[in-house]
Nanobody, 122 residues
């Protein structure tokens, strides 16, 4: 069974930094896209950043210049370096991967992590 496990969340003061990690495991043949989403209480889940490969990235306007997504494809790992954090960044952050499995069916899946809390205090 494919699993995504996030780590690195916690509580920080405004202006500080955190790095989130997400590691995929299980019958993964290839990951096409890895991304980070976030959802604050009472709000819609939103795309924060995505990485198609080591060179192609995309960011939400609200985090451009502050967050950096990076990917190590050979290890099925993606990071989100978050700097200059603001209270508005407070949310549960989710890792997502669009991938192909090693099963005989060679099916394509979208996998989600369980989510990890990031809290930024003023």
């Amino acid at each position: 069974q494919v699993q995504l496990v996030e780590s690195g969340g916690g509580s920080v003061q405004a202006g500080e930094s955190l790095r989130l990690s997400c590691v995929g495991s299980g019958p993964i043949r290839r990951i096409d896209v890895m991304a980070w989403y976030r959802q604050a209480p009472g709000k819609q889940r939103e795309l924060v950043a995505s990485c198609t490969n080591e060179e192609t990235t995309d960011y939400a306007d609200s985090v451009k210049g502050r967050f950096t997504i990076s990917r190590v494809g050979a290890k099925n790992t993606v990071y989100l370096q978050m700097s200059s954090l603001k209270p508005d960044d407070t949310a549960v952050y989710y890792c997502k991967a669009d991938l192909w499995t090693t099963d005989l069916s060679s099916r394509r899946l979208t996998a989600w992590g369980q989510g990890i809390q990031v809290t930024v205090s003023s």
